[in-house]
């Protein structure tokens, strides 16, 4: 029997196919980036072709470079981006128009215009009203982007699939992402639908995260794809946090914080959402309390662009603190506990004395100040899975430790998204499979530092770009 899984794992700034091992062993790995637009302030948007071009390309070098055959692959399974969504033909297969990514804010005064539904759409959904999720872009995108009535829309799973096997679906994971899907119907919800504009027809069907959703040819081979996952979710899945009460936190160009909270939909405290985790065919649906940061490493690429940071390994070296100097990378807007879609960034506390390396501290420092926050609304965590490319810093690593009380964990490599996805797909296809190992722990020293100051400058952010 076949004992390689695919990874197809489409992310913000590139599409990357990771080939595993039954035991998370990398043997095969191909990545292509692709462009991301900014036409207007607040805007964001790709290509939704060149994003699946570039997720082709790099599947059939994770093959070369894994000497594999499609024959030799179990199954497959697919991750991508959340909420970003993309509009096409049902018939042709083209894209009206350009994917709006989840960090768009072009729909922040229609999320505005909705607060009086803000109630409702956390009881049915688990989420707040924001721009970042699925539902405002589709109902824009009807009404201002001359997108036709009969158009499919999707989020990227859902255009990898029609690419892959001919046929849009999604699974309860990324449905959950839309604002549209009912967290306890397990269906999409026709209120909203209506609240929104949008006909049921213009949504793909749902599936369990762990099933059959069709056949990818590759080099004339049929694979199965397994599994279908959103991206935190699947890193959630990756680190084997299967129980009530585990956590992570994957530190990317956001950071997402999950909770496994098990097989109910419990409210989640103010400031974080309820979603979907996972299901396999056949098991209750699995929910997780979220935080999502919009803006992490983002911080460390502005500075990169405007020449403070002048090489990654730079961080690696860093020491001590950026002492009152404070860095709130709201580039656009906050995401939790805050949903403010006005806030913007701010650097506060600048003296004379203030250095690059304070900066570049402070940068860092913003990544764990913000997750911190967050952990400080799950409740008790004793240990915070980690994962995400930010996460190879030590000191980062030592610093959340310290703010948020608890150790820091983690695996043996950082693919722990691609992994996840990958594991279910094996789960599925019938072999033996596990979370990864441990590498490193992190624990927690001295006493817990205080936020206050952190959430100062945090409210000195928001609400700038307000309009008049």
Known sequence: MSQLLLAIDEGTSSARAIVFTSQGEIVGLGRRSFSLYYPHSGWVEQDAEEVWQAQYEALQEALQTASAKPGDIAAIGVTNQRETTIAWNPSTGKPYTKAIVWQDRRTADMCSQLSQHREKVRQKTGLVIDPYFSATKIAWLLREGGVPADALFGTVDSWLLYNLTGKAATDVSNASRTMLWNLHMKQWDEELLSL?????????????????????????????????????????????????????????????????????????????????????????????????????????????????????????????????????????????????????????????????????????????????????????????????????????????????????????????????????AGQVAGLSVGPLQPARTWSPQGPRRSLDRWKEAVRRAQHWALPA
């Open 196 to 424: 929104f504009g949008i006909q049921q027809h213009n949504l793909p069907p749902v599936q369990p995260s762990g099933s059959f959703f069709g056949e990818a040819k590759l080099g004339g081979k049929p694979i199965p794809i397994l599994s279908v996952l959103g991206d935190q979710q699947a890193a959630l899945y990756g680190h084997g946090a299967y129980s009530p009460g585990q956590a992570k936190n994957t530190y990317g160009t956001g950071c997402f914080l999950l909770k496994n909270i098990g097989t109910q939909p419990l409210p989640a405290p103010e400031g974080l959402i309820t979603t979907v985790a996972w299901q396999k065919e056949g098991e209750p649906v699995y929910y997780a309390w979220e935080a999502a940061i919009f803006n992490a490493a983002v911080a460390l690429q502005w500075l990169e662009q405007i020449g403070i940071l002048r090489s990654y390994s730079e961080l690696d070296s860093l020491q001590g603190s950026a002492g009152d100097v404070y860095f709130v990378p709201a580039f656009t807007g906050l995401g939790a506990p805050y949903w403010d879609p006005y806030a913007r960034g701010i650097i506060v506390g600048l003296t004379r004395e203030t250095s690059r390396t304070t900066l570049l501290l402070a940068a860092l420092e913003a990544i764990a100040y913000q997750s911190a926050e967050a952990i400080e609304l799950f409740g008790d965590i004793d240990i915070l899975y980690v994962d995400g490319g930010v996460s190879v810093n030590e000191h980062l690593m030592q610093l959340q430790a310290d703010l948020a009380g608890c150790k820091v964990l983690r695996p043996v490599h950082g693919e722990v998204t691609a992994w996840g996805v990958a594991a279910m």
